[in-house]
């Protein structure tokens, strides 16, 4: 994860609280995702044995390594905290799975696996994870947002809530489909608490071009937002 106060003149106390905060929205990212690969299990469950529902999950979101593994840990322990209370375990494969393993040998059933997590399910399973996909998605977004919400509050003493946000974004190490979204729906709720009820009429701004000139992602975003507030 890249340092995000390399540039920041904040105070050592406020880097304290900063990082604190930090650690918090990785907590809420983690809880989301647990929330949903859990949906997921639940969802697929008597077609898809749960530690494929997972591999299926991780790599649908695009996660990193660590996310994937603490994510992974988490909802096992889960699952295994309810299997304990109810005496009732999951199987690592299903019942129909394992009954065409009996019938044409192991081999024949890894391979039915491997083309399962490749995606060649049948169309009602593959919608149902498509659309689990996508609510997750929402989720962890609106995720985002809030946590994102949280620096801006966090940090309105010291930078602009523009740059509050960004920060989050760089701690975070969002990737930028998603932070460029996350960063226009924070700054579309601040908009409904700070701007006024009514405005005069103003002339069309022109979009400031910011792709193909060597330009971040994080300029860009910025970028956009401050050239309308000097013009």
Known sequence: MKNPFA???LSDPMRRRVELAVAVAQERLLATHV????RLIR?????VPFESALNIYTRLLR???DETRNITTRALAIIGEKATETEAWPELVTQAEAEQAEAKGSRSFVKQIRQRLRG???DDLRRWVELAAARTEVAVLG???ENALGFVELLE?????????ELYLEALDV???IAEVAYYMALARLAEQHLPERAGPAAAQPVPAGAGTGTTAAEARHLRVVEKEGA
Do not use: W
């Not at 929330?35 to 859990?38: C, T």
């Not at 969802?43 to 077609?47: D, I, M």
């Open 43 to 47: 969802l697929v469950g008597e077609q």
């Open 7 to 9: 540039s920041k003149d």
């Open 35 to 38: 929330e949903y690969v859990l």
């Open 157 to 165: 003493k010291e930078m602009p809530f523009t740059e509050a946000v």
């Open 120 to 122: 060649r399910v049948n």
């Open 63 to 65: 996660l990193s390594e």
């Open 143 to 145: 995720t985002h947002v």
């Open 175 to 177: 990737r930028d489909s």
